[in-house]
């Protein structure tokens, strides 16, 4: 498996409260990925990364906020939850740009009462 | 916008039957469509891959084709097995771009 941690596994936190998720790689990989699923949407891209500090939005960004200060770690912070919030988030790394393998983590599942 | 669509959302077959779970994409700039397979609680793992200069590939038990005039694509699964039972996502990806557009998913259930 790749070396991609995801943490917390599981988090139920209240409206309004800020949450940040984190994602850790040993694979020295420059892109990172977050994603979330949902049913009857499949895998959505919330946020990437293309190397240190460079970010940049995917389709689903509103609500959401990441950071980027170390090649190992990708930061997702929901700056005030909301109930739409309530999903599993995955985060995912790939060595080249495009027309490549990404890995996945296991997933954190996030529910926003 | 783009958009794949994945079709069925959930297949069952026989343990030794053979399993098509298949994509149609809007964007005829794609050129890269990967398949993954999830099991019950951890992430997406690639099973295989297909470009556009290429009409199908295979490996063992696995076989995708591409038709890129009808901007059509399938996983073949031979010979099914318990195993196979997971979700299974098609995805399409245009050169240049980091951004993956997901299918909805095929949930397969391989009965023994």
């Known amino acids: 498996d790749a070396g991609i941690t995801q943490s917390p596994r599981h988090k139920v936190t209240e409206t309004g409260t800020p949450v940040t998720l984190r994602c850790h790689q040993t694979?020295?990989?420059?892109?990172m990925y977050w994603y979330r699923q949902d049913p009857g949407h499949g895998l959505r891209l919330i946020h990437y990364?293309?190397?240190?500090?460079?970010?940049d939005k995917g389709e689903v960004s509103d609500g959401y906020s990441v950071s980027r200060s170390k090649t190992e770690d990708f930061l997702l912070t929901l700056e005030s939850a909301t109930s739409s919030q309530t999903s599993v988030y995955f985060c995912a790394i790939s060595e080249l740009a495009r027309e490549t393998e990404a890995f996945f983590g296991q997933g954190t599942r996030l529910t926003v009462v | 916008g783009e958009n794949v669509e994945q079709h069925p959302s959930t297949l069952s077959v026989q343990e030794g039957d053979s399993a098509v779970i298949k994509c149609t994409y809007s964007d005829s700039a794609s050129n890269y469509f990967p398949w993954y397979k999830q099991e019950l609680g951890k992430g997406p793992q690639l099973i295989i891959d297909?470009?556009?200069?290429?009409g199908e590939k295979k490996d063992q038990r696995i076989a995708v084709t591409l038709n890129k005039t009808a901007k059509h694509f399938s996983l073949h699964i031979t010979e099914t097995q318990p195993e196979d039972s997971a979700v299974y996502f098609c995805a399409a990806s245009r050169g240049g771009t980091y951004k993956y557009i997901f299918g909805t998913g095929t949930r397969l259930k391989v009965l023994a």
């Open positions: 990364s293309y190397g240190v500090k460079d970010t």
């Open positions: 297909i470009r556009s200069n290429v």
């Open positions: 694979e020295n990989h420059r892109y």
